[in-house]
C-alpha cells in the first residue's frame, strides 16, 4: 500500500512544476505538424476560409444592436488600436466578478451589459465571427496570460484537469499532448495541444468553431462527460493551455484538419 | 494468490495491492479475475475465443480500436498509429495469460501506460453517461481479441 502511494506521489510529482513541461525552445504550433497544403492555407489570406468569419465580425463590429443602439466600435474606436494583443492575454479575471473568463464570455458581457443585447450562444456565426475578428487583431503576437493573484486559483484548477486521467479510456491531455506529441494516433500526428489557432476553421467540421469546441471533441475521444462552453473548469482548462503555450504567436484564425 | 518468484519485491507488492482492488471492486459488468504473476491464466469466459471476431474488434473503430496505437499485421487496414509497438511477433513474445492481462487492465502491468485499460470500470472519473459503470470490452470480446493476438507470430 505504501508503494502504490509512492508511486502515486511520483506520478503526481509533474504536476506541481511552475515551469511548462515542453520547454520554450521544443514549443511547437499544431500548425507545424500538419502538411504543407494546410500550413498554405493558413498562411494565405484568401486561401484561409477563416477569413470570411473575420470578415464577418468586422461588419458586426460596426453595426449597432441591442437597446442601447451602440456598436462595438462606438465605445472601442479603432479596433487594430484597442484590441491589439487583447486576445493573447485571454482568459483573465474579470474584475467585476472574480470570475475566469475568455474571449468569447468577455466579448458577450460587452454585449448584455454595454449594448444591452441578448448574449450570443456559443458556437453562433455572429460569436465565432465577432471572436474570429477580435483574435485575428492580436495575429502574430505572443501568448502571454497572467497566473498571478486571482487567476491563480484557476491556473491550479485548469492544471490539475489536464493531469487528471478522465473517461473511459482513463487517459489524461497530457497521456497525449505532452507524453505523445509527434506520434500518430490512427492516422494523426498527435500535436503538442495549443490554443493558439482558435477559432480555428477545421476541415472535419467545415466550419470555424472555438478552442472548447476543440476540447470537447477530446473529451468526446476519451469518452468523457463534456464540459460547456461556460462551465468555469472548461475555461480554467484554457487558461492552463495558454500558459503553456506562453510565447507561441496568436494564429487566428487557423486552419487545422 | 500466487506471484511469481522472479518479480521484483516492489513491484510485486505494487501488483498485489492492484489485484486486490480489481477483485474487490468487481461488479456484474466486469466480473472477477485471478492475476497470477503477470498474467490472467482463467479464460474469463467458459467459450472460447474467436480470432476472427477479434481480428475485426481490433480494427472496428467503434469497438476495441486497437489500431488507434498500434499496427496489426493486416492488408486490409491502411491507417494505424505507432503508440504502441508493431503487434506483429507479439504471441513469441507474451504468453496467453500475459496477453489476456494486458488486454484486461495494462496499468496493472504498467501504471503509466496509455493504453486504456479494456476490462476495468473502477476508478475512472467524469466517464460519458453512456459508458458508465461498462467496460470498454465484454468478457467474451477480451477473449476473442486475445485469440488473435495468440495468432500474431
Not at chain 1, 502504490?4 to 507545424?32: C, H, M, Y
Not at chain 1, 472535419?204 to 468523457?224: H, P, T, V
Not at chain 2, 498509429?81 to 503487434?87: C, K, N, Q, T
Request: glycine share 6%; charged share 20%; hydrophobic share 45%.
Amino acid at each position: 500500500m505504501r508503494i502504490g502511494i509512492l508511486l502515486l506521489a511520483l506520478l503526481a510529482g509533474n504536476t506541481f512544476a511552475q515551469t511548462p513541461a515542453i520547454p520554450a525552445s521544443e514549443l511547437r504550433s499544431g500548425v507545424s505538424f500538419g502538411s504543407a497544403e494546410l500550413r498554405a492555407m493558413q498562411s494565405d489570406d484568401f486561401a484561409n476560409p477563416g477569413m470570411l468569419w473575420v470578415e464577418r465580425g468586422q461588419k458586426l463590429w460596426q453595426t449597432p444592436v441591442g437597446s442601447a443602439g451602440r456598436a462595438c466600435a462606438s465605445c472601442h474606436s479603432d479596433a487594430s488600436l484597442a484590441l491589439k494583443g487583447v486576445a493573447a492575454r485571454y482568459p483573465v479575471v474579470n474584475a467585476s466578478d472574480r470570475r475566469v473568463i475568455d474571449l468569447e464570455a468577455r466579448i458577450n458581457a460587452c454585449r448584455t451589459s454595454q449594448q444591452k443585447a441578448p448574449a450570443l450562444a456559443a458556437e453562433s456565426e455572429d460569436l465565432l465571427a465577432l471572436t474570429a475578428f477580435v483574435a485575428h487583431q492580436s495575429r502574430g503576437m505572443p501568448l502571454a496570460v497572467s497566473i498571478s493573484d486571482s487567476a491563480r486559483a484557476f491556473f491550479d484548477q485548469g492544471r490539475d484537469f489536464y493531469y487528471a486521467r478522465h473517461g473511459q479510456m482513463d487517459l489524461s491531455c497530457a497521456d497525449c499532448h505532452e507524453h505523445n506529441w509527434g506520434r500518430k494516433l490512427l492516422a494523426e500526428t498527435i500535436s503538442q495541444g495549443h490554443p493558439n489557432a482558435y477559432p480555428a476553421y477545421r476541415l472535419e467540421w467545415q466550419s470555424l468553431g472555438s478552442l472548447a469546441r476543440r476540447i470537447r471533441a477530446c473529451l468526446f475521444g476519451i469518452r468523457a462527460q463534456m464540459l460547456a462552453s461556460d462551465d468555469p473548469q472548461l475555461t480554467a482548462l484554457e487558461l492552463f493551455l495558454a500558459w503553456r503555450a506562453d510565447g507561441l504567436p496568436v494564429e487566428a484564425p487557423g486552419v487545422r484538419r | 494468490m500466487a506471484v511469481a518468484p522472479s518479480l521484483r519485491p516492489a513491484l510485486a507488492v505494487a501488483m498485489v495491492a492492484l489485484t486486490m482492488e480489481a477483485c474487490l471492486a468487481a461488479d456484474a459488468q466486469s466480473s472477477a479475475y485471478r492475476v497470477e504473476g503477470d498474467g490472467i491464466v482463467s479464460p474469463l469466459t467458459s467459450s472460447a475465443g474467436d480470432p476472427a471476431r477479434g481480428r475485426a474488434l481490433m480494427a472496428g473503430r467503434d469497438a476495441a480500436n486497437c489500431v488507434l496505437c498500434h499496427s496489426i499485421p493486416d492488408p486490409a487496414i491502411r491507417d494505424a498509429g505507432d503508440i504502441g509497438p508493431a503487434l506483429l511477433g507479439v504471441a513469441n513474445r507474451l504468453t496467453v495469460p500475459q496477453l489476456r492481462l494486458r488486454v484486461v487492465d495494462m496499468r496493472q502491468v504498467n501504471p503509466r501506460s496509455i493504453m486504456p485499460s479494456y476490462y476495468r470500470t473502477e476508478g475512472l472519473v467524469l466517464v460519458a453517461q453512456a459508458y458508465q459503470g461498462k467496460p470498454i470490452l465484454t468478457a467474451q470480446q477480451v477473449e476473442d481479441v486475445v485469440a488473435y493476438l495468440s495468432t500474431l507470430r
